[in-house]
Protein backbone atom coordinates (compact mmCIF):
# COMPACT_ATOMS: atom_id res chain seq x y z
CA UNK A 1 0.00 0.00 0.00
CA UNK A 2 1.46 3.39 -0.90
CA UNK A 3 2.46 5.25 2.17
CA UNK A 4 -0.29 8.09 3.57
CA UNK A 5 2.08 11.00 2.34
CA UNK A 6 0.81 14.25 1.92
CA UNK A 7 1.06 15.69 -1.60
CA UNK A 8 2.24 19.57 -1.93
CA UNK A 9 1.58 21.80 -4.76
CA UNK A 10 3.24 25.03 -6.20
CA UNK A 11 2.40 26.27 -9.19
CA UNK A 12 4.21 28.44 -11.40
CA UNK A 13 4.67 31.99 -12.72
CA UNK A 14 1.34 33.80 -13.84
CA UNK A 15 -1.06 31.24 -12.42
CA UNK A 16 -2.30 30.34 -8.91
CA UNK A 17 -3.69 26.83 -7.44
CA UNK A 18 -6.60 26.08 -9.50
CA UNK A 19 -3.89 24.94 -12.21
CA UNK A 20 -3.60 21.91 -9.66
CA UNK A 21 -7.37 21.18 -9.99
CA UNK A 22 -7.86 18.57 -12.04
CA UNK A 23 -4.50 16.61 -11.14
CA UNK A 24 -6.17 16.73 -7.52
CA UNK A 25 -9.25 15.22 -8.62
CA UNK A 26 -7.72 12.60 -10.21
CA UNK A 27 -5.80 11.68 -7.14
CA UNK A 28 -8.98 11.01 -5.82
CA UNK A 29 -8.82 10.84 -1.80
CA UNK A 30 -5.00 11.71 -0.94
CA UNK A 31 -3.84 14.00 0.97
CA UNK A 32 -3.40 17.16 -1.05
CA UNK A 33 -2.52 21.12 -0.09
CA UNK A 34 -2.29 23.95 -2.35
CA UNK A 35 0.55 26.44 -1.32
CA UNK A 36 0.35 30.22 -3.13
CA UNK A 37 2.83 32.60 -4.77
CA UNK A 38 -0.32 35.33 -4.12
CA UNK A 39 0.34 36.35 -7.66
CA UNK A 40 -3.57 36.59 -7.61
CA UNK A 41 -4.28 36.43 -4.13
CA UNK A 42 -4.36 38.87 -0.83
CA UNK A 43 -1.41 37.32 0.27
CA UNK A 44 0.80 34.43 -0.41
CA UNK A 45 0.78 30.72 1.45
CA UNK A 46 4.49 29.57 1.45
CA UNK A 47 4.19 27.69 4.25
CA UNK A 48 5.73 23.89 3.54
CA UNK A 49 4.63 21.28 6.34
CA UNK A 50 6.46 20.28 9.56
CA UNK A 51 6.11 16.41 8.75
CA UNK A 52 7.16 14.39 5.92
CA UNK A 53 5.25 15.14 2.37
CA UNK A 54 5.84 14.87 -1.45
CA UNK A 55 6.34 18.27 -3.18
CA UNK A 56 5.18 18.49 -7.01
CA UNK A 57 6.07 21.64 -8.56
CA UNK A 58 4.99 23.31 -11.96
CA UNK A 59 7.67 25.95 -13.69
CA UNK A 60 8.66 28.13 -11.70
CA UNK A 61 7.00 25.89 -8.35
CA UNK A 62 9.46 23.61 -9.65
CA UNK A 63 12.55 25.86 -8.97
CA UNK A 64 10.95 26.91 -5.84
CA UNK A 65 10.60 23.76 -4.40
CA UNK A 66 14.02 22.88 -5.20
CA UNK A 67 15.23 25.72 -2.96
CA UNK A 68 13.32 25.14 -0.44
CA UNK A 69 11.77 21.36 0.20
CA UNK A 70 13.59 21.38 3.12
CA UNK A 71 14.69 17.74 5.25
CA UNK A 72 10.65 16.69 5.52
CA UNK A 73 10.64 15.87 1.92
CA UNK A 74 10.42 12.55 0.89
CA UNK A 75 9.98 12.89 -2.85
CA UNK A 76 9.90 15.90 -5.61
CA UNK A 77 8.11 15.60 -9.03
CA UNK A 78 9.04 18.93 -10.97
CA UNK A 79 6.60 19.45 -13.91
CA UNK A 80 7.58 21.62 -17.05
CA UNK A 81 10.47 22.19 -14.62
CA UNK A 82 14.59 23.53 -14.05
CA UNK A 83 17.31 23.42 -12.03
CA UNK A 84 17.56 27.36 -13.87
CA UNK A 85 16.15 29.33 -15.98
CA UNK A 86 18.25 32.37 -16.96
CA UNK A 87 21.02 31.65 -19.15
CA UNK A 88 24.45 32.78 -17.71
CA UNK A 89 28.47 32.31 -18.25
CA UNK A 90 28.00 28.57 -17.26
CA UNK A 91 24.70 28.01 -18.41
CA UNK A 92 23.94 28.88 -22.24
CA UNK A 93 20.95 26.45 -22.43
CA UNK A 94 18.89 29.48 -20.81
CA UNK A 95 16.19 31.67 -21.60
CA UNK A 96 17.88 35.07 -22.14
CA UNK A 97 17.88 38.01 -19.52
CA UNK A 98 16.67 40.00 -21.57
CA UNK A 99 13.45 38.09 -22.01
CA UNK A 100 12.77 38.08 -18.67
CA UNK A 101 14.02 41.80 -18.62
CA UNK A 102 10.98 42.69 -21.44
CA UNK A 103 8.53 40.47 -19.81
CA UNK A 104 9.28 43.16 -16.19
CA UNK A 105 9.15 45.76 -18.29
CA UNK A 106 5.21 44.85 -19.37
CA UNK A 107 4.40 43.56 -15.77
CA UNK A 108 5.40 47.20 -14.87
CA UNK A 109 3.70 49.12 -17.89
CA UNK A 110 0.92 46.94 -18.79
CA UNK A 111 0.29 43.96 -16.43
CA UNK A 112 -2.94 42.21 -17.66
CA UNK A 113 -1.90 42.28 -21.58
CA UNK A 114 1.55 40.77 -20.81
CA UNK A 115 0.24 38.33 -18.42
CA UNK A 116 -2.49 37.46 -21.23
CA UNK A 117 0.38 37.25 -23.59
CA UNK A 118 2.27 34.75 -21.34
CA UNK A 119 -0.75 32.90 -20.73
CA UNK A 120 -1.17 32.60 -24.12
CA UNK A 121 2.27 31.45 -25.07
CA UNK A 122 2.35 29.01 -22.50
CA UNK A 123 -0.91 27.55 -24.30
CA UNK A 124 -4.05 28.90 -21.56
CA UNK A 125 -6.57 31.37 -23.44
CA UNK A 126 -8.64 31.98 -20.12
CA UNK A 127 -8.70 35.46 -18.75
CA UNK A 128 -6.23 36.73 -16.26
CA UNK A 129 -7.20 36.11 -12.42
CA UNK A 130 -8.16 39.85 -11.31
CA UNK A 131 -6.55 41.39 -7.98
CA UNK A 132 -2.66 41.14 -10.06
CA UNK A 133 -0.04 41.57 -7.84
CA UNK A 134 2.50 43.30 -9.33
CA UNK A 135 4.99 43.38 -6.48
CA UNK A 136 5.08 39.45 -6.30
CA UNK A 137 4.91 38.82 -9.71
CA UNK A 138 8.09 40.78 -10.04
CA UNK A 139 9.92 38.91 -7.25
CA UNK A 140 9.01 35.95 -9.18
CA UNK A 141 10.49 37.05 -12.31
CA UNK A 142 13.67 37.55 -10.53
CA UNK A 143 13.53 34.35 -9.07
CA UNK A 144 13.53 32.73 -13.34
CA UNK A 145 16.04 35.64 -14.13
CA UNK A 146 18.84 34.58 -10.87
CA UNK A 147 17.92 31.37 -9.76
CA UNK A 148 20.11 28.92 -10.12
CA UNK A 149 19.33 24.96 -8.16
CA UNK A 150 21.78 22.98 -9.93
CA UNK A 151 23.33 22.56 -6.25
CA UNK A 152 20.33 22.15 -4.92
CA UNK A 153 19.28 19.47 -6.95
CA UNK A 154 22.91 17.77 -6.54
CA UNK A 155 22.56 17.69 -2.73
CA UNK A 156 18.64 16.77 -2.86
CA UNK A 157 18.32 14.54 -0.17
CA UNK A 158 15.05 12.57 -1.71
CA UNK A 159 14.00 11.08 -5.17
CA UNK A 160 13.71 13.77 -7.87
CA UNK A 161 11.74 12.77 -11.33
CA UNK A 162 10.93 15.20 -14.32
CA UNK A 163 7.60 15.44 -16.46
CA UNK A 164 8.40 17.73 -19.45
CA UNK A 165 6.88 18.50 -22.93
CA UNK A 166 8.07 17.92 -26.13
CA UNK A 167 6.95 21.32 -27.45
CA UNK A 168 7.23 23.52 -24.56
CA UNK A 169 7.47 26.61 -25.58
CA UNK A 170 8.46 28.19 -22.27
CA UNK A 171 10.93 26.03 -20.82
CA UNK A 172 12.15 24.31 -24.11
CA UNK A 173 13.56 20.62 -24.73
CA UNK A 174 16.99 22.51 -24.51
CA UNK A 175 16.67 24.21 -21.29
CA UNK A 176 14.87 20.55 -19.78
CA UNK A 177 18.18 18.90 -21.22
CA UNK A 178 20.50 20.64 -19.74
CA UNK A 179 19.22 20.91 -16.56
CA UNK A 180 18.78 17.12 -16.25
CA UNK A 181 20.80 14.96 -18.75
CA UNK A 182 19.20 11.92 -20.76
CA UNK A 183 21.67 9.65 -18.36
CA UNK A 184 21.66 11.82 -15.70
CA UNK A 185 20.47 10.78 -12.29
CA UNK A 186 17.31 12.67 -12.74
CA UNK A 187 14.76 10.31 -14.60
CA UNK A 188 12.66 12.72 -17.10
CA UNK A 189 9.38 11.30 -18.75
CA UNK A 190 8.31 13.69 -21.95
CA UNK A 191 4.87 13.38 -23.56
CA UNK A 192 4.39 15.15 -26.65
CA UNK A 193 2.55 18.25 -24.75
CA UNK A 194 3.26 22.04 -24.23
CA UNK A 195 3.87 23.93 -20.89
CA UNK A 196 0.57 22.84 -18.77
CA UNK A 197 0.82 19.42 -18.22
CA UNK A 198 -1.10 20.13 -15.03
CA UNK A 199 -3.86 21.14 -17.00
CA UNK A 200 -3.63 19.11 -20.54
CA UNK A 201 -2.13 15.82 -18.89
CA UNK A 202 -4.15 15.73 -15.33
CA UNK A 203 -4.28 12.22 -15.18
CA UNK A 204 -0.47 11.40 -16.30
CA UNK A 205 0.46 13.79 -13.90
CA UNK A 206 -1.53 12.06 -11.00
CA UNK A 207 0.12 8.50 -12.26
CA UNK A 208 3.73 9.80 -11.89
CA UNK A 209 2.94 11.68 -8.23
CA UNK A 210 1.06 8.17 -7.47
CA UNK A 211 3.95 6.25 -8.84
CA UNK A 212 6.48 8.38 -6.88
CA UNK A 213 4.61 8.25 -3.40
CA UNK A 214 4.53 4.23 -4.13
CA UNK A 215 8.51 3.89 -4.41
CA UNK A 216 8.94 5.85 -1.09
CA UNK A 217 9.86 4.05 2.24
CA UNK A 218 7.14 4.86 4.78
CA UNK A 219 7.76 7.35 7.18
Avoid: K
Avoid at 186 to 200: F, Q, Y
Wanted: glycine share 10%; with cysteine.
Amino acid sequence: MAPALPIIFMHGWAFDPTVWEQTRAALGPMETRCLDFGFFSPRADLDLPARPYVGVGHSLGALWLLRHHGPHCRGLLLINGFSRFGAGPDFADGISPRIIARMRTGLRHAPEGMLRTFRQRAGIDTPVPPHIACDRLEQGLAALMDMDCRPDLRHAPCPVNVMAGTHDAIAPPGLTRACFPPHGPVPTRWLDAGHLLPLTHAADCARAITDLTRRIPPP
